[in-house]
């Protein structure tokens, strides 16, 4: 974490009396002469950092960040920090039983706080013969970011078409309106195109019924089927939802962002092509989350990436970079990366 602790262990041969005279008798400036230099926290960072994880998603509490990502077969990991960078894993915040719905297929879980509690939600594949091969979303309550999260509505809510539902974001307006997107698949065996959609949430986290189609696969950069992990920002009377597009595999995989004055659309997508994409020394940036530094004023992307880049099925880490929201005629937000060489840290990170 952000400092190292200096252990420094002393043997003396002669009495401890006397070694405490002896040490008495030295002045003031002796002892800080002899003292080791304290350490502080180092003034950059590196992409990637060391948390094999994918889909990161980060929640902050007080002064203290909770991750969580798609990397357990059994469950959810979570992971804190203080800086964004110096990551302490925390075990489970949610483990399947015998009797949980969920049982494989952990997948992109987030978190928000509604009433006093916390919600953790996540994709994942029910156990029994019907549910193994359609994905749901799971909505799990805990009275801690870290759990244990208990599954209250599992699934959360059917597609109503059988189609399988993956990727939930819960969005938070200004009025307290919430607002939960969701990545809809074709039915086996069309896959298509994943599309996403928005739903309403009441104040018992009810879906509504109706869904809006906010985008699906169109522009050249996003090929032909992937629309997934939404993130949504709002700046001003401007809303940005933010996707990835092509397989997570490929080296291609990459960062949309579209615009709307409604929660709901309709949603323009930025024609200038993807805002987080791959360079010659990064594969797969995206699956992402935004996050304020420390201090709030910087804001950063967290993300993954391939763990080598020349094997996309290879394991994916997490990433994360600076943003800035660009407005005028044509709003949209700008990534200060990937980067690969090593960065400032966060402003406001402890020690620094």
Known sequence: MPFAKHNEEQTCRACPLTALLLLSLLPTQQLLADAPPL???????????????????????????????????????????????????????FTRTSDTWSRRDFWAPELFKHREKY?????????????????????????????PFREIKAPWFDSGDGRPIIDGHVFRDEDGSLYLYTVRLDSPPAHKCFEIHVQKLDEQLNPSADTTMCISPTLDWEGEMVNEGPFVLRRDDTYFLTWSANPYWERNYSVGVATAKSPMGPWTKSTKGPILKPTDHVAGPGHHSFIASPDGKELFIAYHVHRDPKNGKGGRVLAIDRVRVVEGLEPTIQVEGPTHTPQPMPSGAPGK
């Open 39 to 93: 350490t502080s926290q180092p003034a950059t960072y590196q992409n990637p950092l060391d948390v094999r994880i994918a889909d990161p998603f980060i929640y902050r509490e007080g002064d203290t960040y909770h991750l969580y990502g798609t990397e357990a077969s059994d469950g959810l990991l979570v992971w804190t920090s203080r800086d964004l960078v110096n990551w302490t894993q925390r075990g489970y915040a």
């Open 119 to 147: 919600y953790l939600h996540f994709t994942a594949m029910g156990g029994k013969e019907r549910d193994r091969r359609k994905r749901r979303l799971v909505l799990a309550e805990g009275d801690s970011p870290l759990g």
